[in-house]
């Protein structure tokens, strides 16, 4: 059976063997922004798996830019040989390698997740000489509950923008295949598109124009480090239900297409403490920004949101609403998601997704009698 989803996709100089993207995902695993022998599993179990494309997690390109302290980092070559393991770890599964890079702005500094996800009161830094100030486009809190950051200066966007071409050249050092620009959920980038959280009175503010610019500039900056031949991605916020609109982001894509983004990857919310944006959360339920931004800005996106089953993903691409799915935490629950999807959608020789002893091995499984095959399991998408 012929399906879009396990159809190769070629991006500048690299071809996926499929269209199932492992959705960046926050580990909290660092040490001082530094990989563990722990994101080795993680993420070689994605490729394994049979995944086409495996992002690492949001990748901090300034210590002052982490969520927690337990980020990874890429604000120094310290990182560049820890992380190329990851890279080819990935790159053995035979998946291409993906890593998204990221500031946090005005969000940084909180506790995990699990502890509670709150502002730290503490000022000291990821790197124990380091002080953790929070910046933003404007002296704005992102809520009450957080400190107020600190106006960013020119010479300090100068600098940020920078900083985020200098990790472009270290992944590309450490053999990543793809680059994500990290520019949804509230974070720095969000920050400046946002009318609520950048009240700047210069080329940096005010009309959509300015507000775009930083965006604009970083993205132009980061092409000069990330090789013509390696494909970008940037994910957005195609909502944020706080004045960002759809039709801003589509002005967006078709401007950023032109400055070399390959793919969009739409998601929602986040410039406040909510995420979701306008839509409740339900199966596919941000499939339909991917699809606007798609047809509006004539650009290629990647959908993500609650993309659950095998046969909800073909139909995402089938019906042009995205060239790509993400799976997040359905990956979690099942690394080998893509292996399944590709045994339910009777594509030829799905196991051939799998490492030689794994194929060898489940081939071997599949035609002892009597043992359920995942192609007969439900997988039904609720309507």
Known sequence: METLLFCPLSLRGLLLRNRVVVSPMLTYLASAGLPSDEHLVHYGRFATGGAGLVFVEATKVDPCGCSTTKDLGLWSDAFVVPLARIARVIQAGGAAAGIQIAHSGRKARRSLPWEGNQPLATCLGVEQDQVWTLIGPSAVAHS???????AMSAADIKAQIEAWGAAAARADAAGFDVLEIQ????????????????????????????????AVDLVRRVRESW???????????????????????VVLAALLKTHGVD???????????QVTGAAPIAYGYQVPYAKRIRAGAG?????????????????????????????????????????????????????????????????????????????????????
């Open 263 to 273: 793919v969009f990857d739409c998601s929602s919310g986040g410039i406040a403490d």
């Open 299 to 383: 650009v290629m996106t990647m959908a993500v949101g609650m993309i659950i089953h095998a046969r909800q993903a073909e139909e995402i691409l089938a019906e042009g609403s995205a060239d790509l799915v993400a799976i997040g935490r359905e990956m979690l629950h099942n690394p080998n998601w893509a292996f399944n999807a590709a045994e339910k959608l009777g594509i030829p020789a799905p196991f051939s997704l799998l490492s030689q002893n794994a194929e060898f091995w489940l081939k071997k499984r599949s035609r002892v009698k009597g043992i359920q095959s995942s192609t007969s399991l439900g997988d039904t998408v609720p309507r």
């Open 183 to 214: 520019a949804a959920h509230g974070y720095l980038i969000h920050q400046f598109l946002s009318p609520v959280a950048n009240q700047r009175t210069d080329g940096y503010g005010g009309s959509l124009d300015n507000r775009m610019r930083f």
């Open 144 to 150: 009450p509950q957080c400190e107020v950051p600190v």
């Open 227 to 249: 090789p013509a031949n390696k494909p970008l991605f940037f994910r957005l916020s195609a909502v944020d239900d706080m004045g960002w609109t759809i039709e801003n982001s």
